[in-house]
């Protein structure tokens, strides 16, 4: 038990000597358990996040880059959580309120900004994970709804308004030959009532009442006009196989247009489907969970959020337990034992700094004193060789030097007489 409380304090990056309160050692262990949760969360999160951006195909390497951003930010947890704010201020003070500085803030704060930012790039794909079922619904709705839109306008529009135009003029064409041909068949279907009239006439039933179809008689020309109207029934038979004959070229270009126009209207929808569904990546599955949200906030909106606040305050409750504990036993021990070491050191660097005085001192001393005596020696020495010069001058001569010694030659002498016995 004492190996694995140890494991946990070291995870939390904390100093296991200077842990020596029972509260202390809960405190830090409970972060050192939120640090490997979060490591845990991370990682799942972060291979989330790499299959969102890889449209939910699930590639191999998206467990390589979870541990990786675990790695990152359980870095800087361990960072904020073992830095105590010591002061080094007025360091032969014992007063308990001279140990440590106020938090830093900004440090927090940073803290904070990463979190909501990987709120956005770990909890959410996670979050995208959980209402995977209703955003696809959502999606679907969207996707028939732009299939809708993209067949009421844009290429397919064009194409079908163009296969409109040829069906039209194909439809024309058919009107006015069917024209020609609903002609004739009128005209045969007169031709053939008053044939009938011209029988009706001849066996004495018909207008004239008489049997029998003499020559210019009514029968004769009931007779006459159903043949002229077969003759002109006949013309506009021959007539409608003339247009439909002039009618052909155009009639296989539209065919061969509109059998164009099907493929690429076919081929268009095709490229617009796939389009919308590969449309459903991470950016349209957060618009629709927006969707979703603004839709049914009591429902699905406050469950959303619950979980999101909650993955927050996982990633938060590291440095959040840190920030609430400063200022504990653990801080003060290790506030009191840099501050030691870095009294000793400045003490020790006085120290050294005053011997360096002191022996610069000695040093400027024993050098002027050197200097002095060099020039006492040196003066001696002059004084010696003029008072030899004296003492030889009247032993030769016995009489003093008469020769001229300026201004120098009386201070030597007199020196030479005051200073050599």
């Known amino acids: 038990m004492p190996r694995r409380r140890d494991l946990l304090l070291r995870v939390a990056n904390v100093n296991p000597a200077s842990v020596t309160t029972h509260s202390d050692r809960v405190l830090y262990s409970a972060i050192g358990v939120f640090i490997l949760l979060y490591f845990v969360y991370a990682t799942v999160g972060g291979a989330a996040f790499v299959d969102a951006s890889a449209n939910y195909t699930h590639p191999w ?5 979870g541990p990786l951003v675990a790695t990152g930010v359980v870095a800087y947890d361990r960072a904020v959580v073992g830095r105590v704010s010591i002061s080094y201020e007025r360091l032969d003070s014992a007063d308990p309120h001279h140990l440590l500085r106020r938090p830093t803030f900004s440090l927090y704060a940073g803290r904070i900004g990463l979190a909501l930012l990987f709120a956005v790039i ?3 794909p996670l979050m995208l994970a959980r209402y995977q079922g209703e955003i696809d619904a959502r999606l679907n709705q969207v996707h028939n709804e732009q299939i809708g839109t993209m067949a009421s306008g844009g290429a397919i529009a064009a194409y079908d308004a163009r296969l409109a135009d040829l069906k039209k003029a194909t439809a024309d064409e058919d009107r006015a030959v069917a024209a020609l041909n609903a002609r004739a068949a009128d005209k045969r279907r007169d031709a053939r009532t008053l044939y009938r009239q011209a029988i009706s006439d001849s066996v004495g039933s018909g207008v004239s009442r008489r049997p029998g179809c003499p020559d210019g008689g009514y029968c004769d020309t009931l007779v006459r006009r159903s043949r002229a109207l077969d003759d002109q029934a006949a013309a506009l038979d021959t007539q409608a196989g003339n ?16 059998a164009d126009l099907t493929r690429m209207i076919a081929e268009q929808r095709v490229l617009n489907a796939e389009a919308i569904r590969a449309d459903a990546g991470f950016g349209a599955r957060t618009k629709a969970m927006a969707y979703l949200i603004a839709s049914d906030f009591w429902g699905i909106g406050l469950f959303y959020l619950g979980i999101a606040l909650l993955l927050v305050a996982l990633d938060c409750a590291a440095v959040g337990l840190k920030f609430v504990s400063h200022g504990n036993a653990y801080e003060r021990t290790e506030a009191r034992i840099a501050r030691s070491r870095e009294h000793a050191a400045a003490i020790a660097y006085e120290r050294g700094m005053e011997d360096a005085r002191t022996y610069g001192e000695a040093t400027a001393r024993v050098i002027a004193d050197g200097i ?3 020039t006492h020696d040196d003066q ?6 003029a008072r030899a010069r004296v003492v030889l001058h009247t032993a030769v001569i016995g009489e003093p030097e008469d020769e001229p010694e300026g201004e120098t030659g009386p201070r030597i002498v007199q020196l030479a007489h005051s200073e050599l016995p």
Request: proline share 3%.
């Open 61 to 65: 390497y998206q467990w390589l880059v």
């Open 122 to 124: 770990i909890t959410e």
């Open 243 to 258: 247009l439909l004959q002039t009618q052909r070229p155009g009639r296989v270009a539209r065919a061969a247009e509109e």
């Open 372 to 374: 002095d005596a060099a």
């Open 380 to 385: 001696l020495a002059r004084a010696a060789a």
